[in-house]
């Protein structure tokens, strides 16, 4: 049988038919002249794919990579060269350290241009090499097949991340007869049988085992094995920093998220396990508390390390046993065990979890409005497949603190620490699951670093609900300078706008809420408005700023610091 001869096509048209080929429905770009034919070429695919158009890179490549947590897909962002690419490396940078898959096509200058500093030219194989887990630039149009499907290949494989292509204007102008690739297939590791006998002979030898769940490629089958696993063995579960939808809070071995403002109780309970069992986490400094709670290179508790990432095992901490794993496979390998411990842990299960549901009661807080009572009603109010989105700052601890997360895509945060992710990521949500309730938590400043993306819902009619938390300050900051240079506050202050205001410009509701006892109707306001009109809607909480985080106030703060340094 001799093969039809593929049509001669432009480059933009080979890689954008790629792309449907490999399963994109939803890309985020903002345009650019660099990658003309792309942009040109969806025409041929309205209907399959939806190109949604951003305001600024970086809140275009945010999207990208909420869309890769969401799916488990790499997300797929198109920005223009120079000036986009660097706008959208926040992106990237988010997606490497979140082990989220996402690849960014950057248009470049013309190979006859290159190495001349041309217009807007950059050497992304230079500037993403740290932050990628390949980079690479397609200089031939007939090579666009291999490269896209090796893209997103590497991109899902292992420990999942981000992939960087350059697009050079002649690759995508010029034209080809090449035949496309089918879709690619992503490979599993399985755990072997050696190594899960020598897991539950360490389990059954441990009087105080902790299970940690964390990263990246967790479904809703592989959390219900985890918990059937854990009930079975007795292991009380924490997640690792906001990694919190890695498990079921509401499940009765859920002890709380591991990492930096954990509780006291659940910081001793990992402290005096006399081994940890760590499934998909790196362990990073976050959840470590600065590589402390478990020490690096060599931990005082036993440690069981399942990663999907051969490398990774033993590169910061030496395990006891190192597993090579994807999360999935390792969770559904667990069905088959059976514990053999023969001291009882029940009771350590129960104590942990008490002590998480006791953390879930509001903390005492200065001023007329608690944002404990506040998080605390959204937690009760909200249905358990919400989605609660943040960027980065102290307000990030409220949310984390109060709201029961319940498994994939009820949380989106970034654990790179990145701010401006909460409205992106948001959006990215409520364009993939219209029905679900979105909230997003926002920081006065944390928000206007993406605000301009309320275009995005505005334009998709995304009725999503916005809570910006205003204090007029670099809050996180400040809390850090005042426990290093107590009383010598200087350039973290800032006057806002009016919020309220702002988001009725992009045709959204908005109030502000200075009393606990008004939030409850002004946040089902917000919620009947957004379902209503399928537009965001903001909520403006006023506070005192001496309320720094739950459970602390500033002025603590800087007087055990000044204790401290006199």
């Known amino acids: 049988m001799t093969r039809a001869t593929p049509p001669v096509r432009n480059g933009g048209q080979i890689l954008v038919q790629q792309l449907r080929i490999h399963g994109v429905r939803r890309l985020f770009m903002v345009a650019g002249e660099s990658y003309l034919p792309c942009i040109d070429a969806l025409n041929e695919h309205t209907g399959a794919i939806q190109p949604i158009v951003c305001r600024q890179e970086s809140g275009a490549s945010y999207m990208a990579e909420a869309y890769g947590k969401l799916t488990g897909e790499p997300g797929i962002c198109f920005v223009t060269r120079g000036p986009g690419a660097t706008n959208a490396s926040i992106g990237v940078h988010t997606a490497f350290q979140d082990s989220t898959p996402m690849i960014l096509f950057v248009g470049q200058v013309g190979n006859d241009f290159c190495e001349r500093e041309a217009f807007q030219e950059i050497d992304y194989r230079r500037m993403f090499g740290q932050m990628a887990k390949w980079v690479a630039q397609i200089d031939r149009t007939e090579r666009i097949p291999e490269y896209v499907a090796r893209a997103f290949s590497v991109a899902t494989s292992g420990r999942p991340g981000p992939v960087v292509l350059a697009l050079p204007e002649d690759t995508l102008w010029g034209t080809a007869s090449v035949p496309d690739l089918p879709r690619y297939t992503r490979s599993q590791i399985h755990p072997g049988a050696g190594d899960l006998a020598r897991m539950v002979e360490l389990l059954d030898q441990a009087r105080r085992p902790f299970l940690m769940l964390g990263g990246s490629g967790w479904t809703r089958q592989a959390i219900e094995q985890m918990a059937s696993f854990a009930e079975r063995f007795e292991l009380p579960v924490g997640t690792a920093w906001r990694r919190l939808e890695c498990y079921d809070q509401r499940h009765p071995n859920a002890a709380g998220q591991v990492g930096w403002a954990m509780t006291p109780e659940l910081r001793q309970r990992v402290h005096d396990a006399d081994l940890v069992l760590a499934v998909g986490t790196r362990l990073g400094e976050a959840t470590t508390e600065g590589y402390t709670?478990?020490?690096?290179?060599?931990?005082?508790?036993?440690?069981?390390?399942?990663?999907p990432d051969p490398a990774e095992l033993g590169r910061v901490f030496t395990p006891t046993l190192g597993i090579a794993s994807s999360v999935a496979a390792f969770a559904g390998a667990l069905d088959a065990l059976r514990p053999g411990h023969a001291v009882a842990r029940g009771e350590a299960v129960r104590e942990a979890h008490a002590e998480y549901l006791d953390s879930l009661r509001p903390l005492p807080a200065p001023g007329a409005l608690s944002l404990d009572e506040a998080a605390a009603h959204v937690n009760a109010q909200l249905p358990p497949d919400a989605c609660v989105t943040v960027g980065a700052g102290n307000y990030a601890l409220y949310p984390h603190r109060y709201r029961q997360f319940t498994g994939p895509a009820t949380s989106l945060a970034p654990t790179v620490g990145s701010m401006g992710y909460g409205l992106p990521a948001a959006i990215s949500a409520k364009l993939e699951n219209p029905r679900q309730t979105v909230v997003c938590y926002a920081g006065d400043g944390?928000?206007?670093?993406?605000?301009?993306?309320?275009?995005?819902?505005?334009?998709?009619?995304?009725?999503?609900?916005?809570?910006?938390?205003?204090?007029?300050?670099?809050?996180?900051?400040?809390?850090?300078?005042?426990?290093?240079?107590?009383?010598?506050?200087?350039?973290?202050?800032?006057?806002?706008?009016?919020?309220?205001?702002?988001?009725?410009?992009?045709?959204?509701?908005?109030?502000?809420v200075e009393h606990t006892a008004d939030f409850g109707a002004a946040f089902e306001r917000a919620r009947a408005f957004a379902d209503r009109e399928r537009l965001p809607a903001l909520l403006e909480l006023r506070y005192d700023p001496e309320g720094i985080a739950p459970g602390q106030l500033l002025s603590a703060i800087r007087q055990n610091a000044l204790a401290a340094h006199s």
Request: with cysteine.
């Open 293 to 307: 709670l478990i020490e690096s290179p060599l931990p005082r508790q036993q440690l069981v390390h399942v990663y």
């Open 446 to 512: 944390c928000f206007q670093m993406n605000m301009q993306e309320l275009g995005v819902a505005m334009q998709y009619r995304l009725g999503i609900v916005i809570l910006v938390f205003n204090n007029g300050m670099w809050g996180t900051i400040r809390a850090h300078q005042e426990r290093e240079f107590p009383a010598r506050p200087i350039a973290l202050g800032f006057d806002n706008p009016d919020f309220t205001q702002i988001i009725k410009g992009y045709g959204g509701y908005g109030e502000a």
